[in-house]
Nanobody
Framework: QVQLVESGGGLVQPGGSLRLSCAAS????????MGWFRQAPGKEREFVAG????????YYTDSMKGRFTISRDNAKNTVYLQMNSLKPEDTAVYYC?????????WGQGTQVTVSS
């Protein structure tokens, strides 16, 4: 069982940056692949980025490549999402997820609002 708690969301101006964190409980964190998803109002949840258990593999939705970077620190049981060059269309609730194959565990989400 894994519990996930996101933090780092907030209000930022277009072009700004935010770093989201996701703290995980449980001794098996390092065996899970981790991901970030987001859901904007009136839209379906979409995949943002994912990272393998050993940080050797990272994955991004095309629209986030070059702007977002996912990383993890297994010693701290934490996964991060560095978001740069933020756009108003990045406004959404961002969720952290974990799983061995499928994403079975989810956090409660953190709101990111990009607005001037």
């Amino acid at each position: 069982q894994v519990q996930l708690v996101e933090s780092g969301g907030g209000l930022v101006q277009p072009g700004g940056s935010l770093r989201l964190s996701c703290a995980a409980s449980g001794r098996t964190f390092r065996s899970y692949r981790m991901g970030w998803f987001r859901q904007a109002p009136g839209k379906e949840r979409e995949f943002v980025a994912g990272i393998g258990w050993n940080s050797g593999s990272t994955y991004y939705t095309d629209s986030m490549k070059g702007r977002f970077t996912i990383s993890r620190d297994n010693a701290k049981n934490t996964v991060y999402l560095q978001m740069n060059s933020l756009k108003p269309e990045d406004t959404a609730v961002y969720y952290c997820a974990a799983g061995v194959s499928d994403y079975n565990y989810w956090g409660q989400g953190t709101q990111v609002t990009v607005s001037s």
